[in-house]
């Protein structure tokens, strides 16, 4: 019997109104790509929807997903891939945490919600945990597939340079090669 759950991302319509203001770099610090990967994420913006089990995590590609390839998401996945465990955080959009620790050819993911709103929009400073076991492979190749979407959309558009998406996707195009 195989009680593994789906983990899954799915993308959005792209968001007519922008909530923020677009991304600067008034210090001149960032590089081509990163600046590029932030306007591409804020110009580019929708729901993001990781679905895992029957529990459906809603962020946006600006400013969470911004946030996660600010964290080198691609040596995440390669992490992954070793044994390593990995966190992913959305602390903008919502507050919920993923762990992810690889176990043989599963993945054991620890969904938790943290200083969350309920149903009535009363805020609270409690937590909760769920815990899911996924496969390995799915989670991996999921992973990949999303990071290899988001840098292929932004050189498409013109925010980062053919190079750059290269650079940026090398730890986790050695596994899509490899699978």
């Given at each position: 019997m195989n009680n593994l759950h789906k983990f899954q991302i799915r993308w959005g319509e792209p968001l007519l109104e922008k909530f923020a203001h677009p991304p600067e770099d008034v210090l001149g610090e960032?590089?081509?790509?990163?600046?590029?990967?932030?306007?591409?994420?804020?110009?580019?913006d929708r729901p993001i929807?990781?679905?895992?089990?029957?529990?459906?995590?809603?962020?946006?590609?600006?400013?969470?997903?911004?946030?996660?390839?600010?964290?080198?998401?691609?040596?995440?996945?390669d992490q992954l891939s070793r044994g390593?465990?990995?966190?992913?955080?959305?602390v903008e959009s919502c507050c919920v945490t993923i762990e992810l620790v690889p176990l043989d050819n599963k993945v054991n993911c620890n969904l938790g919600y943290f200083g969350y709103s309920d149903s009535n929009k009363n805020f609270s400073l409690g937590s909760s945990y769920k815990q899911f076991q996924l496969d390995r492979k799915e989670v991996l190749e999921t992973l990949t597939d999303f990071c290899i979407k988001i840098a292929d959309?932004?050189?498409?558009?013109?925010?980062?340079?053919r190079q750059e998406r290269d650079d940026f996707i090398s730890p986790v195009e050695i596994h899509k090669i490899s699978s």
């Open positions: 960032l590089s081509h790509f990163e600046m590029g990967i932030r306007r591409f994420c804020y110009e580019s929807s990781i679905k895992i089990g029957k529990e459906q995590v809603k962020v946006f590609l600006d400013p969470d997903i911004s946030m996660l390839l600010e964290e080198d998401l691609p040596t995440q996945i390593e465990k990995i966190h992913l955080e959305f959309m932004a050189t498409e558009t013109g925010y980062i340079t």
